[in-house]
């Protein structure tokens, strides 16, 4: 390994950690913005919790000052919070990409029906209440009775 590499093997690391959780935190935001579900507000809300959870992971894990078991807490505090915040993330998105997946089938009117169901009482006579609905069938519905 070169001198760089040894010297500055922590930055390096430290760098490919932030850009997993700046990579998956954009992932749930597109998520999100795609569902097109949630208010604006909430939405910028959103945003801002993401991007103070970056700004803070990257506060914790860049070390700074002279004491070294300050440092590696940091470091270590730093690496599992940005872990969590990119693990969120990342379910976050598959699951609202599932959300979405769903509502997309729920939502399309592909199949239209006209039919309708006739329950009567004993006493009552069945063809007395088909005969009244196909008289006035616009009423109740546009298209075709089977009697």
Known sequence: MSNFIKSHKWVIIATLIILLQTGAS???IIEVYILNMLP????????????VLLGITVGIIIPKGKNKGFRYFRRSFGTVMSLVVAT????ASVYIGHLNNTVSKVSTDT???NKIGVYVLKDN???EILLQIAANREQ???????I
């Open 140 to 146: 109740y519905f546009s298209g075709e009775i089977d």
């Open 111 to 113: 199949n239209s029906s």
């Open 26 to 28: 954009i992932a749930a």
């Open 125 to 127: 006579k069945e063809e």
């Open 88 to 91: 969120v993330g990342i379910v």
């Open 40 to 51: 604006g507000k909430y939405f910028a809300m959103l945003i801002a919790a993401f991007i």
